[in-house]
């Protein structure tokens, strides 16, 4: 029986009076590509700063590996192997690709907060730096500075940091928002290498990237599940076809 | 395209070289020229015939010296974690009151210590006190921290004046430097003797800052200052990011504040005080924040105004605010910042056609300047000047302030040349935006 990496209980969200999220519940296997599709505003992201840490429930529990992570700081929960993605852009500037990615290993490799530590004579971390530049067909950008990047270049930065630290599980956030189609394909391409033998969650619109990757689709509508299976089950489900896929389908 | 939003001032410095950091050349002859420098301009101010130093001249490279502790250490904060406070001296004052202290102890034979060894236990006190107030000012960022640490700077000022005890009142501690024990045999009696700890110990602390960017400390403190969101995302809590940094930075200001101790034997309030605090942002800003020695250069150049500017005239605060404000508007990177700037126009080889240019906007800028400080002296020699009895003398021949003349003179000049200044920095701009075009156009072809 596969395990189960991440697990959503009767999960809710209110801000004030709205009511964000309600009711969710959610188990994504370990080793699953999991997609999470939904018109705008239908809490999406919502749901993954939930899981993430960076907003608190309101009402219902999280489980990653067996282990409750909600009311967790983000750093904590990150630490048990969960990392994420944001939809806009979020590395660090002014600091070269080089820096961005090895920032993002840190963690794993045990530095810690050490402030005795030359970085610079770390080979297994400096090493491994350099290999995911090569993964991430960026060693050419090593120097740059990374808010000087080309758009789709940043993106793809920001999946490199992301699976830097060797999560398991692993939030993407729209990861091919705004890209052109070479570079979509692109994209796809990298998120299915980097996150072969981990599981993947992702936000995303672009349906033929959620078709092309997940092997589980579920939708979400004004902060509910309507659906949730195989793309097949999901795409002929008529309610989803109703609530979301109708333009699509007709 | 994303570049305008960095110019390239930024861009220039930001970039920290993968593994290994590749000293490079200029920077290393750059460092090279200023140890020299520090260590030889004593000697060029030496009198030979009564040989004696210039005491002028060693008092403002001692200050020098200090000052540049601590605006590293304050940019730790500002530059490297993005941190903007507001009480920096608070740690730079403990340091040299607990030196006083421990000055006279060791030289009453209780804690028989040498003096150059002394400036470490000055840093540990600015880190004892930094670990108090760093729990309270890092748990929040931005904004928030300022205010705390502004809260932070003034308690402090009060308890210097409330615990006679430890601080000394209005009047401060004193102390004797010759405490007779040195593990290299000095008496510590001569200012040069304490001139030359003052370069070991900045030349230490300079070094050990630098080393401290380049852990992994050094650089989540650079994560979190440009996405402390992002931070937490990788394991990291920011707050423990911004409390180590804010701590480590209060021990080089401890250091500062001990070797300012031991130059001047006494230590008041005002080497805790919000003005001191203020002089630290100050050159830190104007040096440059963004690269390692920029603070060196804005702590040099406003202890030059400082220690000579301030003779020549009443009003040379007036002057370091307009520095400042134009620095701000005009240069955010600091004078580091601009020399960064030219780096790739210098590397083309292309330094040539900005010298025409340059002279163009000096010449007026040169007049503005020289109306706007005639304004600034004939006004303050009719106020503070007639108070203190003296009379504006320029080149030789006394100047009326109550005649319109020279007004007149001064009120041309400004106008004038301000107006001269904006046509020709909008063609420097053109020739500069030119050549920037050239280079950009050139890296993509290539």
């Known amino acids: 029986m596969t395990e189960t990496a991440l697990s959503l209980r009767n999960v809710g969200k209110s801000f004030g009076q709205m009511r964000i999220i309600r009711d969710v519940s959610l188990d994504i296997k370990k080793g699953e590509r999991h997609a999470i599709i939904g018109p705008n505003g239908a809490g999406k992201t919502t749901l993954f700063n939930l899981i993430s840490g960076r907003f608190r429930l309101s009402s219902g529990e999280i489980l990653l590996n067996d282990t409750r992570v909600d009311g967790m700081p983000p750093h904590k929960i990150n630490r048990m192997g969960l990392s994420r993605s944001f939809q806009i852009t979020s590395i660090f500037q002014r600091m070269s690709v080089f820096e961005n990615l090895r920032c993002a290993l840190l963690w794993s490799m045990g530095y810690r907060y050490s402030f005795w530590t030359p970085l610079w004579m770390q080979r297994p971390l400096n090493d491994r730096t350099h290999a995911m530049l090569a993964e991430l067909n960026l060693t050419s950008r090593a120097d740059t500075p990374a808010g000087l990047l080309s758009y789709a270049d940043q993106r793809a930065l920001e999946i490199g940091m992301t699976i830097a630290g060797g999560a398991s599980v692993i939030l993407l956030d729209e990861p091919t928002a705004g890209m052109s189609n070479t570079e979509t394909d692109n994209a796809v391409e990298l998120i299915r290498r980097v996150s072969t033998g981990k599981t993947l969650v992702m936000v995303e619109h672009d349906m033929k990237v959620v078709f092309g990757l997940a092997d589980v689709i579920t939708v979400l509508v004004y902060g509910q599940v309507i659906a949730s299976g195989p793309p097949q089950a999901v795409r002929a489900n008529p309610a989803v076809q109703e609530a979301y896929l109708g333009a699509l389908a007709a | ?446």
Not at chain 2, 228 to 235: N, S
Not at chain 2, 404 to 421: D, H, Q, R, S
């Open chain 2, 1 to 446: 395209m994303k570049t305008e939003k960095f110019p390239l001032a930024i861009s220039a410095q930001a970039i920290t070289r993968p593994g290994i950091p590749r000293a490079n050349s200029t920077q290393a002859w750059v460092w090279t020229v200023a140890l020299v420098a520090a260590i030889a301009m004593p000697w060029l101010f030496y009198n030979y015939t009564t040989h004696r130093h210039s005491g002028f001249v060693v008092s403002m490279l001692s200050q020098m010296g200090m000052m540049s502790v601590l605006a590293l250490s304050y940019n730790m904060l500002l530059g490297q974690a993005g941190l903007f406070s507001l009480c920096h001296a608070t740690f730079f004052g403990i340091g040299g009151y607990a030196t006083i202290h421990f000055l006279n102890l060791a030289g009453d034979g209780s804690f028989p210590l040498p003096l150059e060894l002394i400036p470490i236990l000055s840093g540990l006190a600015g880190l004892g006190l930094a670990i108090v107030f760093g729990y309270m000012a890092t748990k929040q960022r931005a904004t928030a921290f300022a205010m705390i640490t502004l809260g932070i700077g003034e308690l402090m000022t009060t308890a210097a004046l409330m615990f006679h005890h430890f601080f000394g009142g209005e009047g401060g501690v004193n102390s004797n430097r010759m405490i007779g024990h040195s593990l290299f045999g000095f008496k510590y009696g001569p200012a040069i003797q304490v001139y030359y700890l003052i370069v070991a110990w900045t030349v230490i602390s300079a070094l050990a800052m630098l080393f401290l960017t380049r852990t992994p400390l050094g650089r989540m403190a650079n994560a979190s200052r440009d996405n402390f969101e992002r931070v937490q995302f990788m394991g990291y809590d920011p707050r423990i990011v911004r409390f180590l940094q804010f701590a480590l930075s209060g021990f080089f200001a401890g250091i500062g504040g001990g070797l300012y101790a031991i130059t001047y034997e006494i230590v008041t309030f005002d080497a805790l005080a919000a003005p001191l605090s203020a002089n630290a942002l100050l050159m830190a800003y104007i040096g440059g924040t963004a690269a390692f020695g920029g603070p060196i250069l804005g702590a040099v150049l406003i202890t030059l105004l400082q220690s000579g500017v301030s003779l020549m005239s009443n009003s040379w605060l007036v002057y370091v605010g307009v520095l400042f404000i134009s620095m701000v508007i005009f240069a955010p990177n600091g004078i580091m910042g601009l020399v960064q700037a030219h780096g790739p126009i210098v590397r083309a080889g292309r330094f040539g056609r900005l010298l025409v240019p340059y002279v163009r906007v000096i010449v007026p800028g040169l007049v503005m300047m020289a109306g706007f400080v005639g304004m600034v002296e004939l006004a303050s020699f009719l106020t503070i000047g007639a108070a203190q009895g003296k009379t504006l003398v320029l080149f030789g021949s006394k100047i009326d302030v109550h005649a319109v003349l020279p007004w007149l003179a001064a009120l041309i000049c400004l106008a004038g040349g301000t107006l001269w200044f904006g046509v020709e920095a909008r063609s420097f701009r053109r020739v500069w935006d030119g050549l920037m075009g050239d280079l950009k156009s050139q890296r993509s072809a290539a």
